[in-house]
């Protein structure tokens, strides 16, 4: 299958390229373990983590939460900026 052909060698490389080497390591990582083997979770977390600082990457916000600036936040509802 070419799914799995692109995981190793030179594929691999040019499917991955331009990506943190980090990211590579996650993949290899994810592919070794069984059906039933429990992940460390902690593992890919550090290696994401040093993806991030490598790559001077912020953690927040993310790409998916709006930016609230002050125009922003003057035009929501005063019931909605009520302190909860």
Same mark, same amino acid.
């Given at each position: 299958?070419?799914?799995?052909? @692109?995981?190793? $060698?030179? @594929?691999?490389?040019?499917?991955? $390229? $331009? @990506? =943190?080497?980090?990211?590579?390591?996650?993949?290899? &990582?994810?592919?070794?373990?069984? &059906?039933?083997?429990?992940?460390? &979770?902690?593992?890919?977390?550090?290696?994401?983590?040093? #993806?991030?600082?490598?790559?001077?990457? =912020?953690?927040?916000? &993310?790409?998916?939460? =709006?930016?609230?600036?002050?125009?922003?936040?003057?035009?929501?509802? =005063? #019931? #909605?900026?009520?302190?909860?």
């Amino acid at each position: 299958m070419f799914k799995e052909r @692109c995981r190793y $060698g030179h @594929c691999l490389s040019e499917m991955m $390229g $331009g @990506c =943190p080497r980090q990211y590579i390591e996650i993949l290899k &990582y994810v592919d070794s373990l069984r &059906y039933y083997d429990i992940p460390n &979770y902690n593992k890919i977390y550090k290696l994401l983590r040093t #993806a991030m600082k490598l790559f001077k990457v =912020p953690e927040f916000p &993310y790409d998916w939460e =709006p930016l609230l600036d002050k125009t922003t936040s003057q035009k929501l509802e =005063p #019931a #909605a900026q009520a302190p909860v």
